[in-house]
T-cell receptor, first 116, second 115 residues
Framework: DAMVIQNPRYQVTQFGKPVTLSCSQTLNHNVMYWYQQKSSQAPKLLFHYYDKDFNNEADTPDNFQSRRPNTSFCFLDIRSPGLGDAAMYLC???????????????FGPGTRLTVL | GENVEQHPSTLSVQEGDSAVIKCTYSDSASNYFPWYKQELGKGPQLIIDIRSNVGEKKDQRIAVTLNKTAKHFSLHITETQPEDSAVYFCAATFGLGTSYDKVIFGPGTSLSVIP
């Protein structure tokens, strides 16, 4: 089935040790998003790609970077994880808008990051 | 600014009863309103959505209503079952340029269905 895949599902890293989370999609969607979700909170958008164009949210810390080498893959790099970065990280995709009509976002299962 | 409010934050109902979750949004240009269900340890899953040119949409036990004038939209779940227990997020889209959108989520409602 076409889907959004995130690996790994669980990631443990040490304080300050760089970590990379990966997302892949078989939907051939133009747009890919990374969200951070902390316990009992809504997902918070970190950044997104429209094709190769990268768009950072104004309040996303510099510690978070992203790469999209091709349509199918997108990576989230956390350069120096702090204890406050422990969260669920969600990848999502969507097609570009059909004229004026928005399209749904498809979410992956998430990667739960633990920082020791 | 872009904002979606959602109430209640927690909701507990008896199995078989109905559940209603209400949301408001700030941007009158929003034209797409998805509802997501998130079970513990999983990513959000779309359960129903509505576009701004429609006032109501129903899918089996789930229905959504939209009042564009008041900028309100609501989720109705009838004949609730224990497997409906989850966190529900409403959302509204805000246009980013001409081709794609940013989704703003409400803070979520934790629904518990008591057998």
């Amino acid at each position: 089935d076409a889907m959004v895949i995130q690996n790994p599902r669980y990631q443990v890293t040490q304080f300050g040790k760089p970590v990379t989370l990966s997302c892949s999609q078989t939907l051939n969607h133009n747009v890919m998003y990374w969200y951070q979700q902390k316990s009992s909170q809504a997902p918070k958008l970190l950044f997104h790609y429209y094709d190769k164009d990268f768009n950072n949210e104004a309040d996303t810390p510099d510690n978070f970077q992203s790469r999209r080498p091709n349509t199918s893959f997108c990576f989230l790099d956390i350069r120096s994880p702090g204890l406050g970065d422990a969260a669920m990280y969600l990848c999502a995709t969507s097609r570009a808008r059909d004229i004026l009509l928005s399209n749904e976002q498809f979410f992956g299962p998430g990667t739960r990051l633990t920082v020791l | 600014g872009e904002n979606v409010e959602q109430h209640p934050s927690t909701l507990s109902v008896q199995e078989g009863d109905s559940a209603v979750i209400k949301c408001t949004y700030s941007d009158s240009a929003s034209n797409y309103f998805p509802w997501y269900k998130q079970e513990l340890g999983k990513g959000p899953q779309l359960i129903i959505d509505i576009r701004s040119n429609v006032g109501e949409k129903k899918d089996q036990r789930i229905a959504v209503t939209l009042n564009k004038t008041a900028k309100h939209f609501s989720l109705h779940i009838t004949e609730t079952q224990p497997e409906d227990s989850a966190v529900y997020f409403c959302a509204a889209t805000f246009g980013l340029g001409t081709s794609y959108d940013k989704v703003i989520f409400g803070p979520g409602t934790s629904l518990s269905v008591i057998p």
